[in-house]
């Protein structure tokens, strides 16, 4: 039976589909190939021959990946299929994750370090954009309270 | 006998499936095996093909199914289905469908002379 597994996996594996409906696939594929070898073997009383025999009536994964995809709904077929651009930040997984042989303790510290060091590099990031003249200091932007009388003719509204 | 040609089956094999499962509740080596008697060996079926088949009739209604209860066979799982009180309406539609086809079609190819 295990020789099946393999073209039914090959099948069934690149179907975007939730694991619960591959898994049934996968279940009654086998069923059907098992049942099928063994309606062969009764026939033809050789083990490889009813092996191939089966194979042949089974088809080709390739197509019936194809068929078996298109029997899934719409919605569980977009929700099933990968996202590629978020695969570049599968590079940092490592950082975030327990080492195998990490304690407890180092964990928590390298992820403190980690966020740590993450929340440094944004605050210079912003102090660099903001030294570079996109946000000028306050001092030297004209406050928009002192321009108003004059150019409204009336006096600034008092908060007292 | 003679295989029929793949593509004049196509877009029948989901009313053969309805129709096979009218004779009662049939996993899938045995609907097939119903087809395969029915058609003495000129349906030229993939096989796998009829899962996908399966699986859009349950999900349009058509058929239920269940998991066939632990008996004394051995191996794998296997599904067991039925037709549904719309499958049944869906197959009496089908019927009618396929003779006026037949009716049509036999009126034009079919006359002699």
Known sequence: ?160 | MEPINGDALRGHLETLVLATLERGEAHGFEVLRRLREAGAGALPLREGSLYPALYRLEEAGLVSAEWEEGGERRGPRRRVYSLTGKGKRRLAAGREEWLRFVNVLGGIIGASG
Not at chain 1, 132 to 147: E, H, K, L, N, V
Request: glycine share 4%.
């Open chain 1, 1 to 160: 039976m295990k020789e099946f597994m393999i073209p039914v996996d090959r099948a069934v594996r690149p179907v975007r589909a939730t694991e619960r409906r591959k898994l049934r696939m996968r279940q009654e594929l086998l069923a059907h190939l098992t049942a099928v070898f063994e309606e062969e073997r009764a026939r033809l009383g050789d083990d490889a021959a009813a092996r191939e025999e089966a194979l042949r009536r089974f088809g080709e994964p390739a197509g019936l990946t194809r068929e078996l995809q298109a029997s899934v709904p719409l919605l569980e077929r977009t929700l099933q299929t990968p996202v590629h651009a978020f695969d570049r930040f599968r590079v940092l997984k490592p950082l975030f994750c327990p080492e195998p042989a990490e304690s407890e303790l180092r964990y928590a510290l390298r992820l403190a370090a980690l966020w740590g060091a993450f929340t440094v590099v944004c605050n210079v990031g912003l102090y660099l954009v903001r030294m570079g003249g996109r946000f000028p200091p306050a001092t030297r932007r004209s406050s928009s309270w002192s321009a108003w009388p004059r150019s409204r003719g009336r006096a600034a509204p008092s908060c007292s």
